[in-house]
Every structure is written in C-alpha cells, then in structure tokens.
C-alpha cells in the first residue's frame, strides 16, 4: 500500500479506508485507486470528496453489486474514520470490465494504492468525445434543484450544494477539453488551475469564480441557508454558460 503521492491530509484517511476495502475483499482484491483532489490538491475543506475506485473479479458481483452483508461490513468499519477535513469518501467498485459509458481513469489523474489496474487507462480521443457529449447533454437544472428545493429538513439544501459540485467541476474541466485544451492535461489540473485557465473575461469564465467564491463563503461551516442558496444559484449560472458555450463551438 503506497499513499505517499497523496496530498498529506488524505493520506492517514486514504490508508485506513484502503485497508478497510482490502480486508473485507481480500478474495476477490484487484486492485484500488485514489483520482481527484487527495491526490492533485486544491481540495475545499468541508466539501471535497476522497474520490477512490475499487477493483475486483466479476464473480464477487450479485446481480452487478457487491453483496449487502459485505458492504454494511465495509461502511460499519469505515465509519469509524475521521475524515476531516474532506467531506466523504467515495467509492466505486468495478470489476475487471468497466460498464458501458464509463472510462478507465485519466493518465497522470490517478494513483494506484494497492494491487493493480485491470482495465486501460482512458484516451485522449475518448475524453475530448466523453466531453463534448456530456456537455451537449447536460441537464442544467437537475431534477434534484426541481424537486428538493420544495423541501426543507434533514441536512437537504447541504446535500444540494455537494450535489451541483459533482455537476459543476466536471463541466469545467470539459469545457476547457471542448474549448481545446489537451484532455488529458486538462483533467491533471486541480480546481484552482483550471479555474485560471479560463479567461475570466467570459460569460463562463466569470460564472465559475463567482461559484467559486460561493463555496468558500459556505464552506466549511455550512451554517447560512442564503450562503448555500447561492451556490446553488452561482453553480446553474456556470452550468448555463458552459452548455452555451460549447454549443456554440460545436459544430
């Protein structure tokens, strides 16, 4: 196990829950992966995820998951770690074939924590298509934002603000892809870098730094229901700006 690549406040969190994984799929154990901020950097405290991908062979699959009793066993040990200052740990599990419309991870974007990488890494080819498509099909008013602003309680308006992030940071790095930067190296870059790599002279280029400066006013104390409001408002400008955009350089 190697978590020395990591940024050093993920890396006592990235090996106490990699041996969590190991331990309770040590028969069927491929490999796992740690991409995003944990390794890159410029991760937001209180916000950002510890972004991990486990590999394992296809007979541990039922029915395309794990089995319940395995993965309450996992969630029950990886309860027990303090995450601070990420938000979550997130993890896939996939076996030794990826399923249909996902890519293997970005070269350079990723670190190996254990075992080995079965499936090939994505191309350059693949991520300048798997961009232009998320783009041209991205929902910029989710159907989360329709249904869950009309409710109130239990942690809800927080969940939205992590919620548009997951939809947000994606779509910059691919409008930096669409607007032709290598893809590859596009998806190297931490948040920061390339929010500077878009000129802030434009309609998106703007968006962004303001969702930006939203999230550092909500986070870490996520205590202003207005502070979370306008994440929300600040995230589906940028959304907006950004299919707008690549719409138009698309031909």
């Known amino acids: 196990m190697n978590v020395d690549p990591l940024v050093p406040e993920a890396r006592a969190i990235v090996e106490k829950a990699a041996s969590v994984y190991i331990h309770h799929t040590q028969r069927s154990f491929v490999g796992l992966i740690v991409h995003g901020s944990a390794l890159k950097g410029g991760f937001i405290p209180g916000c950002s995820d510890i972004d991990m991908q486990l590999y394992v ?8 998951h ?3 009793e395995q993965t309450v066993a996992i969630h029950r040990d990886l309860a027990r770690i303090d995450l601070t200052p990420f938000r979550y740990i997130q993890c896939y599990a996939f076996s030794t074939r990826m399923p249909s419309g996902w890519l293997g991870p970005v070269p350079g974007a990723y670190h190996v924590i254990a075992g080995r990488l079965p499936i090939p890494e994505a191309s350059a080819d693949e991520l300048f298509e798997g ?5 041209e099909n991205l ?3 989710s159907p989360y934002l329709w249904d869950n602003l009309l409710e109130h309680g239990g942690g809800r308006l927080a969940r939205l603000a992590r919620l548009i992030c997951t939809d947000v940071w994606p779509a910059l790095f691919q409008l930096l892809i669409v607007r032709g930067m290598d893809p590859i190296a596009a998806w190297c870059l931490t948040k920061q870098q390339a929010l500077d790599a878009l000129p802030a002279s434009g309609e ?18 996520e205590d202003s229901v207005d502070d979370a409001l306008n994440v929300l408002i600040r995230g589906v400008a940028f959304l ?3 299919k707008a955009e690549a719409a138009a350089r698309t031909p």
């Open 204 to 221: 998106a280029g703007a968006a962004i730094r303001a969702f930006y400066d939203a999230l550092l006013s909500y986070y870490p104390a």
């Open 131 to 135: 961009a232009r498509s998320s783009l």
């Open 66 to 68: 794990l089995p319940l």
């Open 57 to 64: 062979t296809r007979e541990a699959f039922v029915e395309g």
């Open 240 to 242: 907006r700006a950004a």
């Open 139 to 141: 929902h910029v008013l």
